[in-house]
């Protein structure tokens, strides 16, 4: 049988990360109705509430019992506001290596999120889950996201050339996809042995 990662939440100083629940809907329709969302990530476009139904109801809690990876909410611990998803995928259970990829919401961009959940799901993989590797890809021109990859201390491996799909905005408003060079970061339990890390409380 494939393994699967346990029903978990993960608490940082700032953010509660735990499984998306139906009254997520309307903050993740929200949420992923937006530019850089639709540029860098496969996300349906435009993202209805149907879609954010689908998603929570459906396919996240199948990625788990699947044993594909798991996909958490991320909520500020003081206001219940949720602001972003970390999703693992592509679970390699016998290499013990997976995959991350991630969204924050427009309206908590710029506060350090991003690195914060990402940092303390890389944690419990590796000291609680005992895995090896983290993987995170991004777009050439994501900077954001190569910010958030350099922050909590991935190295850059390489450039898969012309390897991912994009989107980009067209003179009538609508929008296209392009072709992309995709840059490949990893992350292994001891690059985190020297950085002290949010930390993190798994429940
Ligand atoms: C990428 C993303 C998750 C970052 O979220 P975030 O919570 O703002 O990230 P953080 O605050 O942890 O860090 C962002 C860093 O990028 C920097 N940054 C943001 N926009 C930037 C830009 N256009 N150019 C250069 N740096 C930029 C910020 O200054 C920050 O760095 P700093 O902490 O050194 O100042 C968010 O922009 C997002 O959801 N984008 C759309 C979806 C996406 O691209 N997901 C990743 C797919 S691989």
Redesign the pocket.
């Known amino acids: 049988m494939t393994p699967t990662f346990p029903d978990i939440s993960i608490s940082t100083d700032r953010l509660v990360l735990r499984p998306f629940e139906e009254a997520d809907i309307p903050e993740l329709t929200a949420m992923m109705s ?1 530019e ?2 639709a ?3 496969s996300a349906p476009v435009p993202y209805t509430a149907a879609e954010a139904r689908d998603w929570i109801t459906r396919r996240a809690p199948a990625e788990r019992a699947e044993g594909r990876g798991i996909v958490l909410a991320v909520h500020e611990l003081l206001t219940h506001r949720l602001v ?1 998803s970390v999703h693992l995928r592509n679970t390699n259970w016998r290499a013990l290596a997976t995959e991350v ?4 919401a427009p309206w ?9 959940s990402v940092l303390a799901v890389a944690q419990w993989l590796f000291q609680d889950q005992k895995f090896e590797r983290l993987e ?4 050439a021109g ?4 190569q ?2 990859a350099q ?1 909590i201390g991935c190295l850059s491996e390489g450039v898969l050339r012309n390897a991912l799909i994009v989107r980009s905005r067209t003179e009538d408003g609508g929008w296209t996809d392009i072709r992309t060079d995709l840059i490949v970061w990893g992350l292994l339990p001891e690059d985190l042995e020297d950085a002290p890390g949010p930390g993190y409380r798994a429940g």
């Open positions: 937006d850089l969302t540029t860098w990530t972003g990829g991630y969204v924050v908590a961009r710029g506060e350090g999120y991003a690195a914060e995170l890809r991004t777009a994501n900077t954001a996201s910010q958030v922050k």
